[in-house]
């Protein structure tokens, strides 16, 4: 390749390069638009709403936002949709059933019409259950489902862990106190 050629690639080259910068510059100065109402694939409203107060209970709003801002019902919705066979489905709704028959027993009422009290004194019993659990239960495959969305999440990775895609360099001798949440 002549000297020619080579300088008018490298102008071209730098002109893309800012170009494209220009626009990325432009396409995220924009506003989005707020999230569309999500329309479940699994779930019936009622148990998407049922889902949705679980994961809250589960990862609630502290100082970074809970489950439910982070969408991770719709990414249990997602899984078992997409990825999960029949009967895995049915016994996942067959759980969020169990947990309003619970509550209608021990409480007179349904999950979602209980005190955040009760609603944390049922969980914390489903908890205690499943850890007896031969095979596993429902609650222990919310409550990992509900911790896998989460932190995988944007909400969980960014605002929970800080985690930061680009870290600069690499200094293995700096004390954890500095570093507090992070991790690469």
Do not use: W
């Not at 506003?31 to 949705?52: G, R, V, W």
């Not at 589960?58 to 919705?77: L, R, S």
């Amino acid at each position: 390749m002549d000297r020619r050629k080579a300088l008018i690639n490298m102008s071209l080259s730098a002109a893309g390069i800012s170009l494209s910068a220009s626009l990325i510059a432009a396409l995220g100065s924009c506003e989005s638009k707020k999230q569309l109402s999500y329309k479940a694939l699994t779930f019936s409203a009622e148990e998407d709403a049922l889902l949705q107060e679980l994961v809250e209970l589960i990862i609630p709003t502290t100082d970074t936002p809970g489950a439910k801002a982070a969408g991770v019902n719709q990414y249990i919705d997602r899984v078992l949709s997409m990825v999960s066979d029949a009967p895995e489905k049915e016994g996942f709704v067959s759980g969020l059933e169990t947990i309003d028959i619970l509550s209608q027993k021990q409480f007179g009422q349904t999950f979602l019409k209980l005190s955040q009290e009760d609603q944390i004194k049922l969980l914390q019993q489903l908890e205690s259950e499943s850890q007896t659990a031969k095979g596993g239960s429902f609650f222990s495959l919310l409550k990992s489902m509900t911790i896998y969305g989460y932190y995988t999440s944007e909400i969980g990775a960014s605002q929970e862990l800080m985690y930061v895609h680009a870290t600069g360099t690499y200094d293995g001798d700096i004390p954890y106190s500095e570093v507090g949440k992070n991790y690469y």
